[in-house]
Structures are given as structure tokens and as C-alpha cells.
């Protein structure tokens, strides 16, 4: 099981932060779309280290799937086959009012965005037509000037966050994995994400080994009294934020938490930042994150991801030093090997 580890920060400083990544012994760095451009760091990743790299997530539905291609395509060459573009789709009010795009049927747009940046590959890859028509995109017009270099890579795969069931199975039809939100648990997992992506498999007659798993987790990890009380509070915020969310109360709800995404978002909407992390009690922060040693978080990662993941992302939303995370990842190596 691979372990990976977000980057992010001012554009100049990823270089330096990539490599102390890859010296702490991350297989991956990932990108997530925030308060900075996802697809630019990636560049700057593959340029200066060896790492695997790939965002988690890119917005699909604002930009053009013609952009996605060249990006990925691009990427590919410069990282020599070490990029995944890992998509998803968000949520309405963002993509109708921050970016100003079109939010129709999301899941039959993020299905034509997949298929569309494939049949985009496979023409610069073969010289064949492009002749992509779809409900939501249609692609038909790519003259010879416009062909990117040939590299030796194959595209990227393409990976689709997914928490609905409808984009669940649609990752299991079309996508090449699928990336499962830090707001999971391993009883959601086994009982709603695994079964809705094997439905999406079994559809369309793929095989279950066509479509990789990547959860990105929370992990609370310490050595010290010290150590112990800043990744609590830092896990305790991330998870009491998520979960304020109405979308992500089927994880909640699953376990019978369902009332403390109701009075999650009323504290929000009030104003209460500081009330939300007490909402997180200890049976509701160890089902959802990985709490404890480096040892014990290699453990529990292996008993709950070695038999599902190939490669797993950690989220560590809290001060913490390279050397901490460097025995996080070694012990998670061991577990799980």
C-alpha cells in the first residue's frame, strides 16, 4: 500500500517541500482545490522530485475537458508517466456562482468530461478523427498544429472523487479509480462505497482490478503529550468542519450521529467556530480518523484499508514536523507489507 501526502503553500516554496516529502519516504503528493491553482505545484513536483503526483481533486465541470487533456497530457511527459488526474465535481452553489459555469445533471457531465478527455488522448495517440458527441460536450475539430508532442507514456489515469451513489457507480463504470473523501469510515466503505462501485463495474463488465481505491484519511498522530493535544484539536476541527456539511451526514448518519451534523451546521451558520471541535466526541474521532503512535496508526491502517486501497493519502490538518510524518509512513510501510 503506497502512502501520500498533500502539498500545498506558496507556489515557490513546493519544490523544496516536495522533495522534504520525498525524503520523509511519500510515495505521492497530492493537490486539492482551494485557495490556489491544483494543476500548477503538480509541474513544480514532477520537475524537481521522483514522486507519483495527482489532484485530489481538480473541479471538472468549470474548465473544458480540451484543457484537462493538455494538462494531463502534459503533465505525463514531464513527470515521465508518474501523474494521475484525479477529478470531481463539487457542489451547485460553487460552480453556478464561483466560476460561473453550468451545473447540469453532474454525474452525466462528469461521465461525458471522462469520456471526452479519453477520446481526446487516443486521437493525438493514434491520428484518428476526433469525433466526441455528447449531451454536455461535443469535440469534433483537432487540425495538426494543435497535436501535442508524442511522449512514451500512456495517458493519465483518470480518477473520480466520488461520495454519492450515482458518482460512486459512475467511477466504477468509467473511471480508472476512485478517490473516497477524509469523511468516511471503514463501515461505509464496506457497506455503501465498495458496493456501489462494484455495481458500476459489473454494468459495463470491467473487472474489479480496472478501478483503484484512494482514500484520503485523517490521521492523528503524536509521540508525546504535546504532540497528543495539538493533533487532537487539529483533527477534532478538520472533522467537526466536514461534518457541518449536509453532504456528508450519510457518513454520520450510518452510525446513528445523524443529530450532530444538525446542531454542527446551526453552530456555523452562528458564528461558533470555536463550540464545533467539542461536538466530536471520542467514539465519533477514532471511527472516522486514525488516532495515535506511529505504530499504532501503521496497524489500524492496515486492518482498515490493506484489503481495499492501493494507495492511501494522509491528512494531517495540525502542526507537525517532517520526522513525525517520516515514521508515520515507515510504520505504515511495515504494517501493511
Avoid at 48 to 58: D, E, I
Avoid at 253 to 279: F, S, V, Y
Wanted: net charge negative; aromatic share 8%.
Amino acid at each position: 500500500m503506497k502512502v501520500d501526502f498533500g502539498v500545498h503553500g506558496h507556489l515557490a516554496d513546493v519544490p523544496d517541500r516536495a522533495r522534504a516529502l520525498e525524503a520523509a519516504g511519500v510515495d505521492g503528493v497530492f493537490t486539492f482545490e482551494a485557495s490556489s491553482d491544483v494543476f500548477l505545484p503538480l509541474a513544480l513536483v514532477a520537475e524537481h522530485t521522483n514522486l507519483f503526483c495527482y489532484s485530489n481533486v481538480a473541479l471538472a465541470l468549470p474548465r473544458s475537458p480540451m484543457h484537462l487533456a493538455y494538462l494531463g497530457h502534459d503533465l505525463q511527459r514531464l513527470s515521465e508517466g508518474r501523474t494521475a488526474l484525479g477529478l470531481g465535481s463539487q457542489i451547485r452553489p460553487h460552480i453556478e456562482k464561483r466560476f460561473s459555469a453550468r451545473w447540469d445533471r453532474p454525474v452525466g457531465q462528469m461521465r461525458e468530461v471522462i469520456e471526452s478527455i479519453r477520446a481526446i488522448h487516443h486521437c493525438w495517440k493514434s491520428g484518428e478523427q476526433l469525433d466526441y458527441r455528447g449531451e454536455h460536450y461535443t469535440f469534433t475539430l483537432m487540425t495538426p498544429m494543435f497535436v501535442p508532442q508524442p511522449h512514451a507514456w500512456d495517458p493519465p489515469p483518470i480518477w473520480l472523487g466520488a461520495l454519492g451513489p450515482q458518482m460512486t457507480r459512475l467511477a466504477g463504470e468509467v473511471a480508472d479509480g476512485i478517490l473516497v473523501h477524509p469523511f468516511h469510515t471503514r463501515r461505509f466503505l464496506e457497506e455503501v462505497t465498495i458496493p456501489r462501485l462494484e455495481d458500476g463495474i459489473e454494468a459495463v463488465g470491467r473487472s474489479r482490478d480496472d478501478v483503484v481505491v484512494i482514500p484520503t484519511v485523517l490521521t492523528c498522530a503524536y509521540r508525546d503529550e504535546e504532540e497528543r493535544e495539538r493533533a487532537l484539536r487539529g483533527v477534532r476541527m478538520n472533522l467537526a468542519f466536514y461534518g457541518s456539511t449536509p453532504a456528508y451526514r450519510a457518513t454520520l448518519e450510518m452510525h446513528g450521529w445523524g443529530e450532530i451534523q444538525a446542531e454542527l451546521n446551526r453552530l456555523t451558520k452562528e458564528g461558533r467556530w470555536d463550540e464545533i471541535p467539542a461536538c466530536i466526541d471520542d467514539e465519533v474521532l477514532h471511527t472516522i480518523a486514525v488516532v495515535g503512535t506511529p505504530a499504532e496508526i501503521g496497524r489500524e491502517m492496515a486492518v482498515r484499508y490493506r484489503d481495499v486501497a492501493a494507495r492511501v493519502g494522509l491528512s494531517m490538518p495540525y502542526q507537525h514536523g517532517d520526522d513525525l510524518l517520516a515514521e508515520v509512513v515507515s510504520e505504515i510501510r511495515v504494517a501493511s507489507s
